[in-house]
């Protein structure tokens, strides 16, 4: 994280209440794990971390890519191309309720700047325009989200002491369903009130 809240310390946190442990890794040894998150890339991308990105995937990884229209040096096109996936950045960013392919409304997500994706399956919509997608790549998949910003430190309570309100639990609950959809395949569904 970082002190003005902009950083994704809390969001790393959330991994492991998920069912996955975490480990921060560089390299050639960022396709050692069964899942690999990218948040917000902004380093260079060069051919042999692509290949090695889409043999990852190929073997069963899985992939989830969080960007964000905040991420001016977002270099998250170079990693998505080869699996037929990215976000479209030409028309700027969306805005608004987050929605599901059905068009039901995921309470509490009011979106306010995404990058619409191209290419996958949709996953969640604002006004019709897919900003999480995913793709089944061989035996893995890849999950984009374009709002990234929605869960950086600030947006996530700002410490992980804070005990959340109702607002801040459904929107973990869209961390968790993003989670779900990207590392264990499952659809993503409304979530119940007693969750």
């Known amino acids: 994280g970082q002190e003005d809240g902009q950083g994704f310390g809390l969001l790393v946190q959330w991994i492991p209440r998920v069912g996955y442990f975490t480990a921060r890794r560089h390299g050639a040894e960022v396709t050692t794990g069964d899942a690999l998150v990218v948040i917000c890339p902004s380093g260079s991308v060069d051919e042999a971390y692509r290949q090695r990105l889409v043999e990852y995937v190929e073997g069963g990884g899985r992939l989830l890519v969080f960007d964000s229209p905040h991420n001016r040096a977002s270099t ?13 950045q030409s028309f ?15 309470p509490g997500a009011d979106i306010e ?19 999480v997608a995913r793709v089944q790549f061989g035996k893995g998949t890849v999950t984009v989200v374009g709002f990234a910003t929605s869960f950086n430190d600030a947006a996530m309570g700002g410490t992980w002491l804070q005990e959340p309100d109702e607002a801040m639990i459904e929107h973990y609950k869209l961390l968790f369903g993003l989670f779900e959809a990207a590392f264990d395949g499952k659809p993503l569904s409304m979530p119940k009130k007693d969750t």
């Open 92 to 106: 700027g960013p969306v805005a608004g309720k987050l929605t599901l392919p059905d068009g039901k409304a995921w």
């Open 76 to 88: 998250a096109n170079s990693i998505l191309w080869p699996f037929g996936l990215s976000f479209v």
């Open 113 to 131: 700047a995404a990058w619409s994706v191209s290419g996958g399956e949709p996953l969640m919509q604002i006004d019709g325009t897919p900003v």
